[in-house]
T-cell receptor, first 113, second 113 residues
């Protein structure tokens, strides 16, 4: 039972490049989230999904897109990376939306140069 | 929109002392208040949570109190130990598909031996 797994763990991008972060969970959770963590700013919600085929914007969605084609996967895309997107990205999932424990992945450290 | 404020941003205590971290929330419909601990380089993990129908909850050395009228909740750690050193995040959300788990800015707790 792996829980929540993120790929990749580290990545360096040049400004303007694109990439996709993959989040996979094996707990059959309906709800999945993408957060970014920056020093002094806590965990800020980028996008979330309440089920397969649905996504919604969080607190800081600009510059990111997401897709939830399969229940177990939640993808975060950066179409044109900017230095301001340098951050640690965490994916999480939960059984019930906003009312039970959220399980986090191990994080992806992204640097945009 | 929803907002969670957390104080202090850093807290240093001597081993054996108590530590208190406070959070306030803006959405009066919030009914779920979890606390997460994040050790250096690790993922956030749930340590305790409380729902709006309960005023206080304890689990060994940690406790959480909730004041719905004032819209604030607090984490109390007694008899602190060096292994309690970490970043602690509070969060708030409401049940249902309209809720989003919103985090505070985090508190870095240092327990000095």
């Amino acid at each position: 039972n792996a829980g929540v797994t993120q790929t990749p763990k580290f990545r360096v991008l040049k400004t303007g490049q694109s990439m996709t972060l993959l989040c996979a969970q094996d707990m059959n959770h309906e709800y999945m989230y993408w957060y970014r963590q920056d020093p002094g700013m806590g965990l800020r919600l980028i996008h979330y999904s309440v089920g397969e085929g649905t996504t919604a914007k969080g607190e800081v969605p600009d510059g990111y897109n997401v897709s939830r084609l399969k229940k177990q996967n939640f993808l975060l895309g950066l179409e044109s990376a900017a230095p301001s997107q340098t951050s640690v990205y965490f994916c999480a999932s939960s059984y019930v939306f906003g009312d039970t424990e959220a399980f986090f992945g191990q994080g992806t450290r992204l640097t945009v140069v | 929109g929803e907002n969670v404020e957390q104080h202090p941003s850093t807290l240093s205590v001597q081993e054996g002392d108590s530590a208190v971290i406070k959070c306030t929330y803006s959405d009066s419909a919030s009914n779920y208040f979890p606390w997460y601990k994040q050790e250096l380089g690790k993922r956030p993990q749930l340590i305790i949570d409380i729902r709006s129908n309960v005023g206080e909850k304890k689990d060994q050395r940690i406790a959480v109190t909730l004041n719905k009228t004032a819209k604030h909740f607090s984490l109390h750690i007694t008899e602190t130990q060096p292994e309690d050193s970490a970043v602690y995040f509070c969060a708030a959300s409401r049940s249902g598909n309209t809720g989003k788990l919103i985090f505070g800015q985090g508190t870095t707790l240092q327990v000095k031996p």
